[in-house]
């Protein structure tokens, strides 16, 4: 009877394992794409000047552990919304850094821009592991409406992730910003074979 229940625990003990392997998320997985989904969401603040720079990389480093050689300047790549259609935009941004951009400024900015309605879809991978890191990949269309014109901009971002103190850690994000250029991020791949994104959401 002893042997019986040993046999059954053993069994019962290697499918748990089996399934938990299997599944779509680990517990560390849950975590990295969450940081991811949180980056992005703040990233999309930013780039429609809801963030100033030193407020969104707070945020960004509240929501996600960083590895020790990570290059902030990487976090203030992102598109920008349609600026050319409106000059008064252009001139309070120009010969500026915009890293210096005060909140006041960003309110002047977002209220010369309020004719215009920018719509956001990001889509984020599952997590790949090539044995020694991982890498996250999002990808976002983002439509400017404007008097009835329809403007899009199309951006891809690969974040690596490294085990640095036994936890892993965002070592680089690598954005690709292709304009209108669809095509660019409608067939990606990783080793040669699609990549599988699993999240999508709109802001």
């Known amino acids: 009877m002893g042997r019986n229940i040993i046999i059954v625990f053993l069994l019962l003990l290697m499918f748990s394992s089996f399934f938990t392997g299997c599944g779509i998320f680990d517990n560390s997985s849950e975590e990295l794409l969450r940081e991811v989904k949180a980056i992005e969401e703040l990233s999309n603040k930013y780039a429609n000047f809801y963030l100033s720079t030193d407020t969104y990389i707070e945020k960004v480093k509240e929501v996600a552990k960083f590895a020790d050689e990570f290059n902030e300047a990487e976090l203030i790549i992102t598109y920008r919304p349609k600026l050319e259609l409106f000059p008064d935009a252009i001139n309070m941004v120009k010969r500026k850094n915009l890293a210096l951009l005060t909140e006041e400024q960003l309110k002047e900015i977002r209220n010369t ?23 996250i990949f999002s990808k976002g269309k983002v439509v400017t409406t404007y008097k009835g014109h329809f403007y899009y901009d199309y951006y891809l971002r690969k974040y690596t992730f490294i085990n640095e103190g036994n936890e892993w850690k965002i070592m680089d994000i690598n954005t690709q910003l292709y304009g209108r250029n669809y095509k660019q991020v409608e067939n990606v791949t990783y080793r040669n074979e699609p990549i599988e994104f699993l999240i999508k959401f709109n802001q």
């Open 113 to 135: 821009l309020k004719p215009v309605k920018t719509e956001i879809e990001v889509q984020i991978s599952k997590v790949y592991d090539d044995g020694k890191n991982k890498y």
